[in-house]
Nanobody, 119 residues
Framework: QVQLVESGGGLVQPGGSLRLSCVAS????????MGWYRQAPGKQRELVAT???????NFADSVKGRFTISRDGAANTVYLQMNSLKPEDAAVYYC?????????????WGQGTQVTVSS
């Protein structure tokens, strides 16, 4: 069993920045991939960014050029750096771990952290 704990959410003005953290209970490199998803009220959960164990990254079109995903293996932590935030970025952000292979035979989720973008 893998536990994921997110932090770093909060209130930020449009154009501002936040960095989210996801601390895993074990090595993030034991997972096939780590990622961030988000869900706004009344909307489906959507992929934001992922990074595979070999360092391949993928981003949603809506955040390309604004968000980055990074890792600290020693700290078992994955980060999401969010810049130039827009009101439409407001959501609960969830950390995700995908285990085994690209098929994600095992999936783990954190409890989420709230990001609010407002003037």
């Amino acid at each position: 069993q893998v536990q994921l704990v997110e932090s770093g959410g909060g209130l930020v003005q449009p154009g501002g920045s936040l960095r989210l953290s996801c601390v895993a209970s074990g090595s993030i490199f034991s997972m096939y991939a780590m990622g961030w998803y988000r869900q706004a009220p009344g909307k489906q959960r959507e992929l934001v960014a992922t990074v595979t164990k070999d360092g391949r990254r993928n981003f949603a079109d809506s955040v390309k050029g604004r968000f980055t995903i990074s890792r600290d293996g020693a700290a078992n932590t994955v980060y999401l750096q969010m810049n130039s935030l827009k009101p439409e970025d407001a959501a609960v952000y969830y950390c995700n771990a995908c285990g085994a292979t690209i098929l994600c035979e095992y999936v783990y989720w954190g409890q989420g952290t709230q990001v609010t973008v407002s003037s």
